[in-house]
């Protein structure tokens, strides 16, 4: 059977999206897995070996894009990103397709009046949920980072060592899923024993680098921002001990591997079923509480009230307490 999985974006969100490849490659026979992602993001399948075939759009070739997946002849759609490309897509196959509940209308309820009518239900679960007819079940065996087999990078030319350094996230798409640059000295000061690695992409991320180097006392910290690829960034993360990030990427990534987190929320809401899918035991959710959060699904370019209260408000003392020793 031949099966075209559909997530567009981003790296969080296809990250989610493995364990559904992996169930359908494992319980359905002879399933021949087909994923059709944006190109900046094939990186993240292109090593999954569950995976036979990539397919990638990009800002010019959606028509052409659409005239050779009608040429694949699948047998099944699993539509996992469900907006008006998808719908134009599944219309043109014109074959069996699935989805699932994005939930909206309980989100927009949760986001604008602060009604929480959500389901303590992780959107890894929804998928799930929405395979039920293809008795397709989740096997609990979590999310998973495939890296390109010979990818090493030597951690002895940043004098440290498997397991022994922190990772700190500084990027986000959105600012209010950044940790603010008071809060990330705040945190430094305090962990100034432990070696830090700052990763990120980007002129932001390394405008935000650049400050915290300085403007830290901290003794230890090194700069691997805007350095590495996502999949370098991903190899750092598998070999660090602990993550702070906010509600990031970086954070799904780091759910892949044996690491804790600890995850800054700003102006999202782990209840919005994006939260790392972990055990308990490896994650530490900080939350700021207040009368306005949350205040977006996917986070905004700025706070809408102008104070950013969710992230600079974050018990610093309480966060570095928090990651196990």
Not at 1 to 30: A, H
Not at 203 to 223: C, L, P, Q, R, V
């Amino acid at each position: 059977m031949r099966i075209l999985i559909i997530r567009f974006s981003s790296i969080g969100d296809i990250v989610l999206t493995s364990p559904i490849i992996r169930c359908v490659k494992n319980q359905i026979p002879n399933a021949e897995i087909h994923y059709l992602t944006k190109t900046i993001y094939s990186s993240l399948i292109t090593h999954n070996p569950h995976v036979t075939k990539l397919h990638a759009l990009n800002d010019h070739n959606f028509n052409i894009l659409i005239e050779g997946l009608k040429k694949e002849n699948f047998d099944l759609v699993i539509d996992l990103h469900k907006n008006i490309r998808t719908f134009k897509i599944k219309r043109a196959i014109n074959t069996k397709w699935f989805s699932f509940n994005k939930l909206n209308f309980k989100k927009w309820l949760f986001v604008h009046f602060k009604i929480d009518l959500l389901p303590d239900v992780h959107i890894i679960d929804r998928y799930f949920d929405g395979l039920k007819s293809l008795n397709i079940k989740n096997d609990n065996q979590g999310v998973e980072y495939h890296l390109p087999h010979k990818l090493a990078i030597d951690l002895k030319q940043y004098h440290i060592q498997k397991k022994q350094y922190l990772v700190l996230s500084l990027g986000a798409t959105y600012h209010t899923k950044q940790i603010p640059n008071n809060v990330l000295l705040m945190l430094l000061k305090r962990l100034n024993d432990s070696h830090v690695v700052l990763i990120g992409a980007g002129n932001k991320d390394t405008e935000k680098a650049d400050f915290i180097m300085n403007n830290s006392n901290h003794k230890n910290i090194i700069n691997l921002c805007n350095k590495l690829t996502i999949n370098e960034s991903a190899y750092i993360i598998k070999h660090s001990k602990t993550i702070i990030t906010g509600d990031t990427g970086m954070m799904h990534i780091a759910s892949c591997f044996d690491i804790d987190i600890i995850t800054l929320w700003g102006n999202t809401h782990p209840k919005l079923g994006m939260h790392a899918y972990v055990s308990k035991e490896k994650v530490q959710n900080h939350l700021v509480n207040l009368a306005c959060h949350p205040c977006s699904k996917l986070g905004s370019d700025k706070c809408p009230r102008g104070h950013f209260n969710c992230m600079n408000m974050q018990d610093t003392e309480k966060i570095v307490l928090s990651i196990p020793k």
